[in-house]
């Protein structure tokens, strides 16, 4: 169970742009550390993909929609489905998402921004980093946005993450009135990044924020969260 006496979410204000080969670790540190937040014991630092994604050089020029296109195939294992200009892929990470995850907003005119080649790997060194400049011990998520298939509007996800569990297991556990949870399964850190997205928000240049109050510690995966083959009812 997540025992959450209380939560406390801030941004991350004051990050600069960033450019490939950037510390984005020493710039969340500072940026917290300069507007009074600090980063504690257990905290966890959300963070938007695309300034990992820049800082290790994961952007592409797109000078027409030809290149665009042929980008978002070269970038999808699968293709799920199409309609119009939309195409709805399978990312080399298992990701199911439109275009193939391939971003043209918050980066310059004529250019994509990818997602991380390896998004677990980035986030355990952003943590490992953080946490040496710190003294601390925390988790690291790193999100996107995604859409739904059932719903409509944009959500915030976890598509990367170190030291925290992906999914808390409630099965075999009662809830208030005594009932055993058979399939109870919590996307806590999908949770956690769209609450985190509230502070950050899509055209306020805040890409990071700090959850404080949870104590959930793990050595989950992103691909935990993904839905294997054989569960898929509609595939």
């Not at 592409?60 to 978002?72: C, G, K, M, Q």
């Not at 005119?109 to 490992?128: E, H, M, W």
């Amino acid at each position: 169970m997540i025992h959450i006496p209380h939560l406390a979410i801030y941004p991350v204000t004051g990050i600069p742009e960033i450019e490939p080969g950037d510390d984005v670790a020493g710039a969340i540190v500072e940026s917290a550390a300069r507007s009074g937040i600090g980063i504690l014991d257990k905290d966890i630092v959300v963070v938007t993909h695309k300034v990992v994604s820049k800082a290790e050089g994961q952007i592409r020029a797109i000078p027409d929609e030809e290149t665009y296109r042929n980008l978002v195939e070269s970038e999808a294992v699968r293709i799920v489905r199409r309609r119009g200009d939309l195409v709805i892929t399978q990312t080399k990470h298992g990701f199911i998402c439109a275009n193939a995850a391939v971003d043209r907003s918050n980066v310059a005119g004529g250019y994509a921004i990818l997602l991380p080649v390896d998004p677990d790997r980035s986030a355990n060194r952003l943590r490992t980093l953080i946490e040496r400049a710190t003294n601390t011990s925390i988790g690291v998520i790193i999100t996107d946005t995604f859409g739904r298939p059932w719903r409509r509007g944009l959500t915030d996800v976890a598509i990367g993450i170190s030291g925290l569990p992906a999914v808390v297991d409630l099965r075999g556990t009662t809830d208030s009135h005594g009932n055993v949870l058979e399939v109870t399964e919590v996307a806590a850190v999908d949770e956690i990044a769209s609450a985190a997205d509230l502070v950050m928000g899509k055209a306020t240049g805040i890409p990071a924020a700090i959850v404080r109050g949870l104590d959930l510690v793990g050595d989950g995966r992103v691909s935990d969260l993904i839905r294997p083959p054989n569960e898929d009812l509609f595939r």
